[in-house]
């Protein structure tokens, strides 16, 4: 993969990283009418209050947007679960187009060091129990399962609990 460009996002890509967003979670959504299709795309509610990030790479008619995702500062009111000590993300997405290049594992890198720079004790996150490929990332980059911590926002919608504990790790 060439080279991505890791940054905040800005407020004039906020519809295209929520029309990105619901693009790779359209297979997971529960339809048209999904409430938490707003919550994908309310990109100005979410910088405002945690931390976007976007990956983007120069493309042919300019800068191509990759994928995204929301870093969680201790007290945002989007952290879920996240205790003392710990760092979370959330809506980690790729574009269709873009998956499978790295993408996400860079995203999920930023928001590793980003934790470990700032003394973390580890990362949590939540995933819908059918979003494989993302388990998969996450295995491979050493997170582990955390059932302990799964949970159901709404009736139908299980979330499944990983973890990284950055204070057996090495820098």
Do not use: K
Request: with cysteine.
């Amino acid at each position: 993969m060439a080279v991505v460009d890791l940054r905040r996002a800005r407020p004039e890509e906020y519809d295209a990283i929520g029309a990105l967003t619901v693009a790779a979670y359209e297979p997971f959504l529960l339809g048209p009418d999904d409430a938490y299709r707003l919550r994908l795309t309310d990109v100005a509610g979410r910088d405002r209050d945690a931390e976007v990030w976007v990956a983007t790479q120069d493309g042919p008619s300019g800068v191509d947007l990759l994928g995204n995702v929301t870093l969680c500062p201790p007290g945002s009111p989007w952290c879920e679960l996240a205790g003392d000590g710990e760092g979370e993300f959330r809506m980690l997405a790729v574009s269709p187009a873009a998956q499978g290049r790295g993408v996400g594992a860079a995203l999920t890198g930023l928001v590793v060091d980003r934790f470990r720079a700032e003394g973390a004790r580890g990362v949590v996150l939540s995933s819908l129990t059918e979003m494989a490929g993302a388990h998969r990332l996450y295995e491979r980059l050493g997170f582990t399962r955390a059932a302990h911590r799964d949970w159901s926002p709404v009736p139908g919608v299980d979330l499944i609990a990983y973890e990284l504990d950055l204070r057996s790790e090495h820098p």
